[in-house]
């Protein structure tokens, strides 16, 4: 009788915990997310990783393997959320987890990864009729494929940055304010299912940041204000071109003037200095303090 009348006494302080929770998030939204696990660990992890006091909740069934997420919807995104349960080790269908957290999972935890593209190896014998067959285009359409569905994906996101450097070594606000938005459309349409598994990792830390700081440099017309979040932009840009692939050499730059003394770092195409921190007043100054070459 003690111990049934003690279950019962458990389950109660559960569903209070639970219901006091939802009360205390403002501006609540509630959404049905699939999640991937196993069992009642994974349960666990994937709701701890999910959870922020008072502004997100995460409740996951391992048997539906449905999440329902509940979120201050002005201080937090459900990408965010997501993102948080993908670096414990979770596939959901906007992120995937890094395979080396996978991979750390204990055994029962590791379910199967219906959501990661399968890379397939062309079998060397069996191709080599084909390939004679037809001048090695099934070798063509495969590097092809593969260019197609990685280098594009980043390949606006460096563009565009370039883009609002470039507007800020001629002191033109205007112009970056109109990159920046460029720049935030190129963030927004890339597809994390076609990284490399380094750049996933990579992308999964910097993307809020890199958000952020192209929303502000986009949100004002004050060159100044854009600076300082340029500089901010570029450390996490930085992270990104050292995983990333580029067909021609990318130069790390070094101001050390800019901030009082402090310093500020850029990307740039050109190993010639050309500064977006002081432009024409000391376009010269700064050097070069690494060369990114990752083909």
Not at 20 to 35: D, G, L, P, R, W
Not at 59 to 84: C, F, G, H, R, V
Not at 152 to 160: G, H, M, T
Request: charged share 25%; glycine share 4%.
């Amino acid at each position: 009788m003690n111990k049934s009348i003690s279950k019962i006494l458990v389950v109660i302080t559960v569903l209070l915990s639970t219901v006091n929770s939802f009360a205390q998030i403002k501006n609540a939204k509630t959404e049905t997310v699939k999640i991937y696990g196993n069992c009642g660990m994974c349960k666990t992890t994937i709701e701890k990783a999910g959870n922020v006091q008072n502004i997100a909740s995460v409740e996951w069934n391992k048997d539906t393997k449905l999440a329902t997420i509940t979120y201050n919807s002005a201080k937090i995104k459900q990408d965010e959320i997501l993102k948080s349960i993908a670096l414990a080790g979770y596939d959901s269908e906007k992120f995937l987890a890094p395979d080396d957290v996978y991979a750390k999972l204990p055994g029962c935890c590791q379910y199967s990864r219906e959501l990661k593209p399968v890379v397939k190896s062309n079998d060397a014998g069996g191709n080599m009729k084909n390939e004679h067959a037809s001048h090695n285009h099934s070798e063509m359409a495969t590097t092809n494929t593969a260019h197609a569905q990685n280098a594009p994906q980043l390949k606006a996101v460096f563009d565009n940055y370039f883009s609002v450097k470039d507007a800020l070594v001629k002191t033109d606000a205007g112009t970056a304010f109109d990159k920046a938005t460029a720049l935030i459309k190129a963030i927004k349409g890339v597809e994390m299912t076609k990284l490399s598994t380094d750049e996933h990792t990579v992308w999964m830390k910097v993307m809020k940041d890199l958000t952020a700081n192209a929303e502000k440099i986009a949100a004002s017309k004050d060159v100044a204000k854009q600076r300082e979040n340029f500089a901010l932009l570029s450390k996490n840009m930085y992270e990104l071109a050292k995983v990333s692939k580029h067909e021609k050499p990318i130069y790390y730059q070094h101001c050390p003037m800019y901030s009082s003394g402090k310093g500020a770092y850029w990307l740039s195409k050109e190993a010639t200095v050309k500064n977006p921190y002081y432009g024409s007043q000391m376009l010269t100054c700064g050097n070069v303090q690494e060369t990114i070459s990752n083909k």
